[in-house]
């Protein structure tokens, strides 16, 4: 019987080190997909169209959720995030685990619509880190650093929804430890519905005489 995908989402404070850690967990196994999000910031030296985001104009973004493209959408420092719905729907109906690297309201609309979503937040080894990283990164202004440390201060009071925490320190240890709490995750009932549903039948027909 082919496994159920499960729907993963990964969220953590700017600068932790999600895109990262998803880069690497992409790269190392092959039954995860990332989905890439829509977003109307402007791409940082090196991002791709497609490949981190999908750039597109605020006029964009709404023509798209309007259409009801957008499985969620959040706004995060003055700017819009989403989700697009066809690639997540496509991959989850031929049983890959599909990763949604969002902000903490994403990922509660995404647990009300999806029950069985996975949910993990990226943590870092202490602020200190952190504050190192979103600099050392480079790619952000003092101002929008700032921002952002404010927003991870508000993210950091809905970490209790989540169902595990992971800490990314040692990348590699990090990267391990997700694949293995997924991997456990795919052996809840709650997700293997229809190989139960399947045995049941089995089992009824066996009390039935059929063979
Ligand atoms: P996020 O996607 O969470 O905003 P990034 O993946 O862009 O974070 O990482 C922020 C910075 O931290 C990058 O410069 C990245 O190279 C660095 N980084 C990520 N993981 C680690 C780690 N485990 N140890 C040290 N630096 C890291
Ligand atoms: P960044 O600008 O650093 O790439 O992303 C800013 C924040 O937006 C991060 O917390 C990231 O996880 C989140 N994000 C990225 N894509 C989406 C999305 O599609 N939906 C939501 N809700 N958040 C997103």
């Known amino acids: 019987m082919r496994r159920e995908g499960i729907l993963i989402v990964v969220s953590g404070f700017s600068g932790t080190g999600k895109g990262t850690l998803m ?7 092959d039954s995860y997909a990332l989905s890439v999000s829509m977003t109307t910031r402007k791409a940082r030296p090196g991002e ?3 490949r981190e985001y999908f750039f597109v104009s605020h006029e964009e973004f709404e023509k798209e959720l309007a259409r009801g493209g957008l499985i969620e959408y959040a706004r995060y420092c003055d700017h819009y995030y989403g989700t697009p719905r066809d690639y997540v729907e496509r991959q989850l109906a031929c049983g890959k685990d599909i990763i949604l690297e969002i902000e903490i309201q994403g990922a509660l609309k995404i647990k009300e619509q999806y029950p069985t979503a996975l949910l ?7 602020i200190k880190e952190l504050r190192r990283r979103l600099s050392g990164r480079g790619t952000e202004t003092e101002e929008v650093i700032k921002a952002r440390l404010s927003r991870a201060k ?5 970490i209790e929804n989540y169902d595990y925490l992971v800490i990314n320190d040692d990348l590699d240890l990090c990267v391990e430890q997700m694949h293995m709490l997924i991997r456990g995750a795919h052996c809840a009932p709650k997700r293997n519905q229809n190989f139960i549903q399947n045995i049941r039948a089995q089992l009824d027909a066996l009390a039935k005489g059929e063979d």
């Open 48 to 50: 791709r169209d497609g």
């Open 120 to 126: 993990l937040f990226v943590m870092p080894p202490d």
């Open 154 to 158: 508000e993210e950091a009071e809905g």
């Open 23 to 29: 880069k690497r967990l992409v790269k190392t196994y």
